[in-house]
């Protein structure tokens, strides 16, 4: 560890007066999750795309406000599991969970209670941290739909309090992110005050890749891909060359992967080189190589490689 960082502990350890804690966001798939903890945290460090179960481990992001080190948990989404993965990543959502401070439910106002929701809701019965509801994408709904929709919830469960919210413009994160601060626990941060994310880089560049692959594929391509960074190297010249590898299932997916003349894994690299380099404020050299690899999803090292229990 860098002077710098054995320094930043000693302040985030010794400051009096500081609250820290642990929120696990949970709910259905899609409701928007990683969009609110990229919001929260002021940074993108979960993966966003318009196809759902995106999120498959339990990421980690870390918002300041005020005296408050929030530790947001973004969680798979909970949804009923057909495949091994499946089961792995609701089992993930579920730990998150229990492991938290305080549980947020969030829920997609235009879909209300249906499906997934409704089981959650069950679920989080058997939970005894505090947990709050909020009702995201506000601005799509009627206001008498969204009180009866807060007044449906708060009957089958007792939520600590109940926000409004949209996660995409930010109307009403204040409100929680101060309820928050004022809530957690006192105590010393967890870690340094500029972290925003626990993520190795290695792990947060493969994520990157997988959400352009999603992007740019998410009709093609089902949800049979997996990116693992191989190799990671620090150059003199300030700049990093990165080599990941993107595993499918079957050769007809390699080759959707690889588009004609291999236009679409140049889009898919260009856009994800883009994003590392911002993200890592230095030049990055991006290599993408596509893997026939049969039947990745039921390989225990997949899993552990992106950090999910194998189930058996």
């Known amino acids: 560890m860098s002077e710098d960082n054995r ?6 350890s010794d400051a009096a007066g500081t609250r820290s804690g642990f929120v696990a966001l949970i709910g259905p798939t899609n ?16 993966i966003v795309s318009h196809k759902v179960q995106t999120t498959r481990a339990v990421m980690r992001g870390i918002a300041m406000h005020q005296r408050t080190q929030i530790v947001f948990m973004d969680t798979p989404g909970i949804f009923k599991p057909r495949r091994r993965l499946d089961r792995a990543m609701v089992t993930s959502a579920w730990g998150g969970a229990k492991d938290a401070d305080l549980i947020m439910l969030l829920i ?32 799509r709904v009627r ?8 007044a449906a919830a708060n009957e089958k469960i007792m939520f600590e309090r109940t926000f409004m919210i949209s996660a995409e413009n930010g109307s009403g994160c204040e409100d929680v992110m101060d309820y928050l601060s004022e809530t957690l626990p006192e105590g010393p941060w967890y870690y340094p005050e500029d972290q925003i994310s626990d993520l190795p880089l290695r792990q947060l560049a ?16 089902p949800y049979s891909s997996h990116v693992e960074t191989e190799k ?24 959707i992967a690889l588009g004609k003349g291999g236009e679409t894994i140049k889009a898919i690299s260009s856009a994800a080189r883009r994003e590392m380099s911002e993200i890592l404020e230095q030049p990055v050299h991006l290599f993408l190589f596509v893997k026939v690899r049969e039947n990745w999803g039921d390989d225990p090292e997949r899993f552990r490689e992106m950090g999910l229990d194998f189930p058996h």
Do not use: C, M
């Not at 409701?31 to 979960?46: C, D, I, Q």
């Not at 249906?114 to 909020?134: F, M, N």
């Not at 206001?143 to 807060?150: E, K």
């Not at 190297?233 to 080759?255: F, T």
């Open 232 to 255: 990671w190297e620090e150059r003199k010249d300030g700049s990093v060359r990165i080599e990941q590898v993107i595993y499918v299932e079957r050769d007809s997916q390699k080759k």
């Open 108 to 139: 997609d106002s235009e879909r209300g209670l249906k499906g997934d929701a409704e089981a959650i809701i069950e679920g989080l019965k058997e939970v005894r941290q505090p947990k709050i509801l909020v009702l995201n994408k506000i601005d």
């Open 143 to 150: 206001r008498d739909d969204l009180l009866a929709l807060a």
């Open 206 to 221: 493969a994520e990157i890749t997988r959400e352009k692959l999603f992007l740019r594929l998410h009709q093609e391509l």
């Open 31 to 46: 409701a928007g999750k990683s969009t609110l903890v990229n919001r929260f945290v002021g940074a993108k460090v979960s």
């Open 7 to 12: 320094n930043q502990d000693a302040v985030s």
